[in-house]
């Protein structure tokens, strides 16, 4: 109630009077000299003056004043007249009356406040307002955190008044407070104090991280709310914990950090992009979340944990649907740092460090191979391939793991400067990455620069600019393509084969110990990679985003903001294929034989650019208004047009006239060019009103229609509506006597969103390669409501290619809108002194209407391969429903603070429905995945083991009443036959397990004394099992050559020896589909993400060279990662994928935080 | 303060003004739609080509039919080949077995894309009309080809002869006797309309020879024996076909669309666009590697090899013979074998070949130029076209129809003579009774014709399929037996998913 009553009177005090300049002006000189104040009341009372001066100026008369005396003055030189000339004479006077006498017939008013004299106008110095502050005595003092830093730009107010101040950059302030007033110190993040005078005039305050920090204000929707009246489901991570890490991208920095968001770093590469999802999979399309940076959207990837304020994470319908069309996985708002005036900051940050695997698990060496592959062929009726006097030759081997492993090296450097002057505020960042990661061969570079600029071009009329420019270069040899990474090639590679000395033509590498043909012609991983590393440009990455927006304040409360964008993407990818002759054993001189190589006139070059551009122009009217003091009401209209525009171009030649002439137009023969291109458009009007009564009712409600060019023009528009509602309890007068609850909020909210991005990638595994790798894989479901001509179907006449066109796709004009309906319920709790605070939220999300690929009968002609052809149809349903906490404890005693945060998410994910007919269906060639109703999307199935055949006899016995898969013999995996039939086969797959966690969970905590600070990070996903197809190859024949983890030393060897792990034998009778059991393994972890240990080296001794703030600090990134998963890492999506992928280094870096 | 209402308002005007209609209309960039493609001649070719480039889609499918019958085993103990699946159990809706499910998606691929161009083709105006019946008639050809290959297959198989729309999407089978009908019709149509040849660019595509050989064909298989002499018969009588002189270089490559091909599947360009696969079937060579990596995945076995006859005419006897050592069985015998096949000593590119380097003892030579090279793999480019149907074939149709109409006539012999003369083989002995003869023609087709895919469909329509199949184990190298060979299995599964799918559709009885 106090608080409204301030604003009121201020805004008044801004708007009505015709002298408000002229005040503002003499208010800043009252706070400027009061700053200057001592302590002391007496001086002008015991201060007596003896002047003699004749026709001189008041100016002269002040200045002989203030160099006889410890008075000064302080006045406005256009306000009063200090050339008019005087004659002053006094003999031991008063000060009082020698200014009463010298400006008696001037209309000059004076005040003195101790040493200092104020001079103005009478007319002002009678103002109401400036009296109390005369009476006032000074009070000085620091604002500190918790950790005893400076805290610049704390709001300090005297209660009751609009009196008051900021800190200065060391935490400073000085204010005049009335000797019984109370100053209410209040700061972002932090709880608000409120301290009463008592008479002192120094007060130290510190300020202590919010409980639920009631002050704090989140990001919303086209907006900002304050955080304790959310009544829909919005999770913050703030600039403190996006910079306490030892991350790359703001997608890594909120792994762990938030409940109901899964973050997945899917290839532990440098520059490797990660995965999000937010409560868990809600479409059978695209499930990445919508991410808007600065209202733009962008890509969280290439951001810099250093470049944001805050990142704010709308995970329900009432906050997300204002986003409607895009919403339905969630919106991530990135907002990135802006300067502000009068505070010019300059910060460097650094950090560098080593990285290593973090954990390598065992492998068979040369000998152990060597004997195991034997086994295999015997245990065949084959002949055994290696002579044991080669075995006993072998040793260990080559260790082609290691071979290709390094040690990393990370550097990042960040400057940023902000402030501002009174009409233009700044803030420039650089941001520097350069990071070399574990495997031979692989880095990433990157480049960022980001300006912020606004500036109040008159009262009612604010422009201003964000502007993103990014440039990367990644690299990284995966084995023939994108399918192997380089560390599981090696990992197959054979150990029996030495490595090669010198180059490519060099000798060394005796391949004749290669017991499979293709390991025969392959290059070893090392020559490999660096050959491939070569002859190209690292595919150089730009994308710039820049926007433009102007914001009008019409009248008092009412805004316009229009905001233009625009996001380049531009990349270019140049790939030479040299010619090379790659030798055997024996090398060229020994006479050796040529394994593999590519003569000169087959030199071939391949460039693609991609040249993507997105427009985004938002039009939004808001109106904020309190009514007698106790309504609030704010209202938002808004108007939002998108469009995207994706093309490529690519061009092919060969035949060059040497390996280093690698020019496109050099190539002369074969040259082949394409062009891929389209385009998809967006347009939303949408409405929110919030409500609430003092706080303690809040209400919001939105809608938003929305139309996508991806929908014939009958389904083309959809309405998105919520609601939500908040009741704050312990606002309440009955819960005035329960102390231990500090605030109490429960909250609803109901909400329908909407999706239209299917088909950005489809299951089929070739696409998923593509997809994850390739930026030209475009939506497959673009232009579903068209038949098109697909003019890749030619063919050759008398030699010469001709052109073909078909339809190649069903055109399905009924496609309309996915709809996602979300209920949640949410409660949130300050309890024990603001020292605990909790959060809990239920979720159930629905989703119906889902765009599926709907099999179509091959007599359609419209087919996919050996697969049933489709198209999309609104067909599916899917169904989440989840549980998330977060418990945020507090605790300090002297000098010593400690907070500790848990968050925990229980997922749970079922489809609901299918196409009509179907209740389950494969989602890749080798059955890995289906879709199954009851079951979560992609369910992980396989063959059920029930153990290994001991004993002959147990095989005859089963044979007795079982058809088995073929001739199985003692040591062989016994299937279950699931559905009872008698016959062990295909239709006895069963689901083995969620590809998506059911329980996500992440633990923080933060510890500080004195300037030392450390901080702990753990996370984990749990309940989750994937499917690789790297272990388990020594049970699937085709691949029994190549090398592998150790696990299959406890394979089957005899009767009683395991029944867990069948016999090695080279057939194909212990693998009935790529869906072997034994390739499924539970992917649950708990990684130890990040310690850190910091040390503040106090002011008093930054200072004397300049420095404001220094803070150094070590980390260990990824410390230690605890799960039962046999591989390079754990960290996969569910989905398929044919091998393991490059592991996550563990990474010590040192770095520093300089501010001047 | 008025000026900044307008301002605001005017901003709000023009965004809403400029913001017009079409802003959302984003129709595909880099394809036509179908509804505006058709304009002109050009167009309509272009719809014609996609219709043969449906014959891509599958290439396995030719080279892997030997696979089932007791010509072939394949790389994989046949757990991937139709009938070695169904040894080893795993003939499922979802098992690896893909194979019934590839060719009956390929059989409607080509069907619909034909029906798609004859439907948007014949009402165009800007087509001539000679034009015009010859795209259709091309059309009309690979249509009922398609069909042809579905029935012998499948049986009954829905009869689609429009591109498929929302109230067709899920068809119930028409009879065989039905397609047959269509097959007969759409054949004789394609023929009016097609030249016996093609000149410069069009060469390679249907001739009136092609569409002549399937009907006759067709009608064989129906045992509609007069009917399928007079097709044949037709053919030969086009004085632009005939047999080539020499059997060895049929198979070499650029011999390519000769007078005796009078149907092939076009592969070879020089800038290698489109991908035989038939380097699948060639061996590396100088290693005791088949399979995934070391190719030579189609494996011939002892059983052609026996089939093939003496230099004199007389059958080969393997009666104790060490087969599996013996190197001069391979002597004095129909040169075919030779040329058909690599057996033990013979030259492989510059070096023995050697028995070991193959499980079955041998490897095909039919359509084997090289040695499996990485640098020609890497091109995916075998110089060779897949020939469907050949002059010879033709002549053997016809002697096996009229055999069966007339009896043992000196048209019949001239005809299977002219095959076995042009090889240096002797003519066949007179006195051979109608059934003497019909079992001299059928081990001609098997030899002249051995891994050209023809086998597995002779074997159906002479119902020889189980026997077979059943003594396929005794042959070297095949690992797996098929104790009962259940007479359902002469017609194929449809695929479950189909079933699924189509709710329509009933599946084969025994299934």
Redesign the interface.
Known sequence: MKKSLTQAVHLKLICCSQSFKIMRNTLLLLLLCVFQVFAGTSYSQATRLTMDLQDVTVKEVLSQIEENSEFFFLYNTKLIDVNRRVSVKTDNELIEPILSHLFKEDRVAHIIVDRQIILSPQNLAKHNLLLPMIQQQPVTGKVTDSDGNPLTGVNIVVKGTVVGTITDIDGNYSINVPPDGILVFSFVGMQTKEIPVEGRNSINVDMEEGATGLGEVVVVGYGTQKKINLTGSVASVTEDELVKQSVTSAAQAIQGRVTGVEVIRNNGAPGAGAVIRIRGLGTFGNTTPLVIIDGIEGDINLISPNEIESINILKDASSAAIYGARAANGVILVTTKRGQSGRTMVQYNMNAGFSQPVRIPGYLNAQEFSILWNEALVSANQTPFYTNEEIAAFGEGTDWVRAVLQNGFRQNHNLQFSGGTQHLRYALSADYLDETGIVINSWYKRYNVRLNLESDVTK??TIGTNNFVSHSKQHETPYYGYETPLVVYALEYTPTISPKVGGMEGTGGPNHNAP???E??AMDPVTYSNFYSGNRNYFPKYTLTSSFFAD?R?AEGLH?R?TLGMNKYFANNKVFYPSYTYYDSLGEDGGGSIV????PQ?RYLTQTSYDNIAYT?T?LLTYTRTFDEAHHLTVLLG?N?Q?YVDKNFTAVAYNFPSNDLQMLSLGTE?QNVG???????L?SYFGRLNYDYLGRYLVEFSVRRD????FAEKY?WGTFPSGSVGWRISDESFMSDVDWIDDLKVRASYGVLGGQDFGEFSWNSSEMVRTNFDLSAQPIG??EH??????G???????????????TS?ANPEIKWEVAKITNIGLDMTILRGSLVVNAEYFIKNTTDLILPV?????????N????GSYYGNVGEMKNTGFEYALHYFKRSGDFRFDIRYTGTHLHNEIVKLQE??DS??LDAN?AHQHKIGAPYGAVSGFNIIGVYQTQEEVDARLATI????AVAPGDYIYDDTNGDG?????D?IVLGSPLPTYIFGLTANASYKGFDMNIHVQGDLGKVIHTSTRGRFNFS?YTYLNNFDYVLDRWTGPGSTNESARLVA??INE??NSHPTRVQDASYAKIRHIELGYTIPARFTSRIGVQHLRVFGNVANLACFTNYIGFEVEKTGSYQRTDITPQARTISFGATVQF | MKTRYLIIISIFLVSLISCNKDFLECPPLAEPASATFFTDEASAIMAVTGVYNALHTFPLLHEWEDALTDNERWYLDGATALYGALAHGLETPIGNNSYTRRAWNHGYLIIQRANSAIENIEPMETVSDNLKNRLIAECKFLRGWAYHFLIWRFGDVPLLLNPTSEQELYPSRSPKAEVVQQIYKDLAEAAQYLPATWTGSDIGRVTKGAALGFLAKEYLFNEEWANAAAAAKQVMDIPEYGLYENYLELWAPGVNNTKEGLFEIQYWTPNGEFRSTLYYRWLRGDAANTGASGYGWSMVLQDLVNAFENADGTPFDPTGIDLHNDNNQYENRDPRLKISIFCDGMDYFGQPYQRSWSPTDYAWRKYTIGKYDPLLISNRNAPLNWKMLRYAEVLLIYAEAENEADGPVTEVHDAVNRVRSRVGMPDLPAGLSKDEMRERIYNERRVELCSEGTRLEDLIRWRKLKEVMERKHLNQGVNYVIANFDEFRYLWPIHQQEIDVNPNLEQNPGY
């Open positions: 009612w009329l499979n043909e293709s025969y012609w009008f019409i316009f229009t593999s190589e590519r003569l087959d122009f039009n108007h047009d469009k074969r062009e891929n291109a389209n385009h998809w458009a347009r139309a996508s060019s991806r083309r673009l232009y068209y038949a098109t001509m697909n003019l179907t030619s063919y050759p006449f008398n030699h010469v290619y001709n052109t073909g066109a078909s339809v069903y099999q179509l009968p091959a007599t359609t002609g419209i087919i391969g050996s697969l049933l007919g179907i269906y494969f059955y058809q088995e898969r073929g016959i062990v086969d295909g239709e797959v085709y057939s194909s009935l589909s």
